[in-house]
């Protein structure tokens, strides 16, 4: 038998069915197990508490598989799990047999599948595996995937140094049918975006801001939009559908500018109306203040800032800097939707640095609307650090 038995009181996540044990947490280590195995996992009492993927090297030293129960972690398992997350996602609006359209599919430990996302991009499924278990158990899960979506292909982008944490190497490839090197496109509430499944960041797209790319393209008429961190361009292309007078688009990444450019053709917007910076965003709105120039509505939709418990200050100064910034460049009446994809980075917290932004640039700002997670990107009540995506919407009055 290969089993963990946790310290005392240590139980306690584990009988609410949150998903991780933190290494601090386990006592004792039986039979040996090896990256990924599936171990049992007892209380200091000896009560069984679940089924669980033991990761040796990791602070998160297991990923809980079942709470109170022993199922056998095979193919049947993951078929159910897959089973429950597309008649979840269909009963939401999306639908795997919808060939044009993209969604996450599996939403990690949202979804029963600790460290496993998968991204549906029109008939191409894109996953990423960031754990020991969802490794050792990979090809059940592709095959199980490619049987019942009916694919043209599957690509894994097992290249985030997330992994080299969890002990794994980084790897990337078609797994099943063929995933070509030109862009796939997909359509996302109407208009279409060319994504690089093999080279784009992440999975190949930022599906989680589908919901607040909508809102941005019902507010943009006739206004003057600086789309900040834009990549693919996805607010821009919003903006532009919805009646922007211009739109800049600034991003550091000349890959992502190119497909922001093709998307703009593809979709027959107006590209006279859309001006595309590679630049460092920092820099960029310093510059606009040094010169003057306003917006009637900022974009800020930057990468994480904090990346763990140590950096949040830092991180939180980086988003007082953007957002202060940002906040001297609206014109009267003007908007800002700014957010933060660091779990670490509470809303309480942001609203506070959004506040002192807007202090600090001598603005009187409202909130008007906040934003979160799309429902194809759930959160597990259990698992509050699936919540992750917040932001606002605040206006200059
Ligand atoms: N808003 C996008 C997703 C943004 S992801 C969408 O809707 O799809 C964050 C982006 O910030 C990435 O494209 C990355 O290239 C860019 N980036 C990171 N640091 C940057 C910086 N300092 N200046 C400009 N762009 C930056």
New binding site residues.
Partial sequence: MKAITLKAGREKSALRYHPWIFSGAVDEVIGDPELGDTVEVYSYKSDFLGLAAYSPKSQIRGRFWTFGEKANIDREFFSDLLDRAIAARKSRGFDIDDKESAFRLINAENDGIPGCIIDKYADIYSVEILAAGAEVHRKDIYELLAEKTHCRGIYERCDSDVRKKEGLQLRTGCVYGEVPDEPVIINENGILFPIDVKNG?KTG??LD?RDA?RRIGEISKGKKVL?????????GLYALRGGCEKVYQ????KD?LKLAKEGIMRNKLSTAHATHVE????Q?LRKCRDKAETFDLI?L???KFVESKDNLQKGARGYKDINLLAMKLLAEGGMLATFSCSGLMEMDLFQKIIADAAADARRRVQIIERFGQPADHPVNTAFPEGQYLKGLLVQVV
């Fill in positions: 960041h797209y930022y801001q790319r789309n900040c961190f834009c990549y693919t361009g996805g607010f600034v991003d550091v990444s992502a630049a460092d965003v920092f960029y974009v939709d930057p990468p």
